[in-house]
């Protein structure tokens, strides 16, 4: 028999836990962690990973809550954010796309010109509309 090999599943993110954006206002924060612990809290909830759930969302609010302490994790995070760029651009594997690249491949943004240019149509369809209506 072959090895098996075991992959973890990517953890998420305290602000994914807490289901905030990464520049979210310290008030947002604690609301949201509020709402959560409201709502997952083991006197409340029948959940039966509940215990972990608040554990998880205590621990979040902990690091996040402290601006030392989230400015530590926010810079740990692009480190590691700037690792897997590296790791993924390596010969053979999948490459993240780059802006620089894509205005190095001529078409690559042609979609969106082209939508633009839809849009601009319309709105300048509607603007004569509006005005040609108009006394």
Known sequence: MGTMSLKRAPQPSL??????????HPQ???????????TYHPDVSSDPEAVE???????AYEVLSDPARRAVYDAECARSASALRTVRGSPGGPRWVR???LRERPGALSWLYA??????????AVVTLVLGCLP
Do not use: C, F, G
């Open 28 to 38: 947002v924060i604690q609301a949201a962690y509020r709402v959560l612990a409201r």
């Open 115 to 124: 939508a633009v240019a839809v849009l601009t149509a319309i709105l300048l």
């Open 53 to 59: 759930r608040i554990r998880e969302l205590n621990a």
């Open 15 to 24: 602000y994914d836990l807490l289901q905030v954006s990464p520049r979210a």
């Open 99 to 101: 802006a620089a690249s």
